[in-house]
Nanobody
Framework: VQLQASGGGLVQPGGSLRLSCAAS????????MYWVRQAPGKGIEYVSA????????YYADSVKGRFTISRDNAKNTLYLQMNSLRSEDTAVYYC????????RGQGTQVTVSS
C-alpha cells in the first residue's frame, strides 16, 4: 500500500483547501478510504470516511458540514474539500485504508492562521 497526500498549505481562517491522495499498490476501488489528521503534540484523529463506490460518506462531528470527502476510482485518488477552515484544523492530514491511519503514508501539512 502506498498513499501520498498533497494539497496542503497555509490558509487564513474561513478559507478553503482541497486535499488529494494518490493511491497505489492495491486495488483502490475495493477499499473504504479514510482521512485522518494529527495536530502538533496530539494523536491520530479520524476525520472522514467513504465507502468503495463513493455513495456513502461519514464525518467526525468536528468537521461535519465543512469538509467533503470524495473519490475517483478511475484515477485511484481520494479527495477532501475543506471549507470554513479554523485554527483547530491545523494538522498533518493523511489518507488511509482504516480509521486509525495504520498505513497512512506521506501526509500534507495544513496550517490555518491569520
Amino acid at each position: 500500500v502506498q498513499l501520498q497526500a498533497s494539497g496542503g498549505g497555509l490558509v487564513q481562517p474561513g478559507g478553503s483547501l482541497r486535499l488529494s491522495c494518490a493511491a497505489s499498490g492495491f486495488t483502490f476501488s475495493r477499499f473504504w478510504m479514510y482521512w485522518v489528521r494529527q495536530a502538533p503534540g496530539k494523536g491520530i484523529e479520524y476525520v472522514s470516511a467513504i465507502n468503495t463506490g463513493g455513495a456513502s460518506t461519514y464525518y467526525a462531528d468536528s468537521v461535519k458540514g465543512r469538509f467533503t470527502i470524495s473519490r475517483d476510482n478511475a484515477k485511484n485518488t481520494l479527495y477532501l474539500q475543506m471549507n470554513s477552515l479554523r485554527s483547530e484544523d491545523t494538522a498533518v492530514y493523511y489518507c488511509s485504508t482504516d480509521s486509525t491511519g495504520t498505513d497512512r503514508g506521506q501526509g500534507t501539512q495544513v496550517t490555518v492562521s491569520s
